[in-house]
């Protein structure tokens, strides 16, 4: 293997690599717009069909949120194209004996292998290129238009259980933050709970029904709340009710959560960004697990392609007079496993019984154990 790796790294390109890897182009193409269509049709047609029938929306709408979701379907279906396209390319070359005839002039297994690692690192940067540059746009967008859809209103910017920390220049804690909700178009915060140590010897707990930012005094005005003050000792002090309470701060959480998105929405700076944050306990959220498989998988997921493609192509290269319905059953186990271990691995990451690094890597290892037994098989019977 790295003998093989040291072939491709220092050999320049020739005819034969120009040729094979033009040849993958419209297979590639075809495979994945057939699977890309097979998927919107399964999954989102019956979604957008339901935002017409039950919200009456129009169907310009709906066909615009159909198109929005295409970057983050064509993420998950190029793998499947880039193997369809080396198992069929390498198939054409063997029954038009092309592979005997690159053999019989003294090439090796491993350089008729080598146009179709340029192809992977081409399709694995298409890839990650989609999901660097498009799907943090477009995600988003469909969000917004699908709330927009059935509510007719605007979509908020805004959070879910969301706690926040103030700390000072110090990086002393100052004050918890925890709301159930919070805008932050509107800097609103709806059932609040503050825990207060600004005050040397005494801890305050603040409860509210809302919370509002005000720029203009430079903290938060809470409404309909209670607040508690407790000593060192744990002994409360004081519980008193109040219509309206200013607290004095010096930021809010507006900035932070306008930056924030679903982590699969989010590229690797911003992921990167929003990860730090939760170290450092700046904020905490509910998606911080799926955040941290999302990181990793922005590296696995376009490698796979790469990976597959050494799969698919020497899967194409068979004995004449062999019987080719065995390499189609090894095609689809080897999809399914990949997109199976893929679900199974990112869940068990979510939940916390596997680290996000390996869940985001072992889909790519099964992969590639399978690319070097078949290549390996294969260059043992040429």
């Not at 690159?102 to 298409?126: A, E, H, Q, Y």
């Not at 909700?181 to 809302?210: C, E, M, S």
């Not at 219509?243 to 809010?252: K, M, N, R």
Request: aromatic share 10%.
């Amino acid at each position: 293997m790295i003998k093989f790796l040291k072939e491709i790294i220092f050999a320049r390109i020739n005819i034969l690599d120009k040729y094979i890897v033009n040849e993958f182009w419209m297979p590639f193409i075809a495979g994945s717009a057939i699977i890309t269509g097979i998927w919107l049709s399964a999954d989102q047609l019956r979604h957008v069909f339901k935002l017409i029938t039950t919200s009456d929306a129009p169907i310009t709408l709906a066909i615009t949120i159909l198109g929005l979701h295409m970057p983050q379907i064509l993420i998950i279906t190029i793998p499947i194209g880039v193997l369809w396209a080396s198992f069929l390319v390498f198939s054409r070359l063997n029954n038009d004996s092309e592979i005997i005839a690159m053999r019989t002039s003294g090439i090796s297994l491993i350089k008729i292998l080598r146009p179709v690692i340029l192809f992977g690192l081409l399709t694995s940067f298409v890839s990650f290129a989609i999901s660097e540059l498009i799907v943090p746009i477009t995600g988003p967008i469909v969000r917004k238009l699908e709330v927009y859809a059935v509510y007719k209103n605007p979509f908020p910017n805004s959070k879910k259980n969301f706690v926040y920390l103030e700390k000072s220049s110090g990086k002393k804690l100052k004050r918890i933050f925890y709301a159930s909700y919070y805008n932050a178009d509107k800097d609103l915060l709806k059932k609040i709970l503050i825990l207060d140590f600004t005050r040397k010897g005494l801890r305050q707990i603040y409860t509210a029904k809302l919370g509002r930012w005000r720029p203009e005094k430079g903290g938060w005005e809470l409404s309909n709340g209670i607040s508690h003050t407790i000593s060192n000792d744990n002994f409360v002090s004081r519980v008193s009710s109040f219509d309206v309470l200013f607290i004095p701060s010096t930021s809010t959480p507006a900035k932070l959560i306008q930056e924030l998105s679903k982590p699969s929405e989010m590229n690797l700076i911003r992921l990167n960004k929003f990860l730090k944050l939760q170290e450092t306990n700046t904020i905490h959220t509910d998606d911080y697990a799926e955040a941290q498989v999302t990181f990793h998988s922005k590296f696995a997921r376009p490698l796979a392609c790469l990976l597959i493609a050494l799969v698919g192509a020497p899967l194409g290269i068979l004995p004449r007079r062999s019987n080719s319905s065995w390499n189609y059953i090894v095609l689809a186990i080897v999809i399914f496993q990949f997109y199976m271990s893929q679900s199974v691995c990112t869940s068990m990451a979510e939940a916390g019984k596997l680290t996000p690094f390996i869940a985001a890597w072992v889909p790519n290892i099964v992969l590639l154990l399978i690319a070097v037994f078949i290549i390996r098989q294969k260059a043992r019977l040429a």
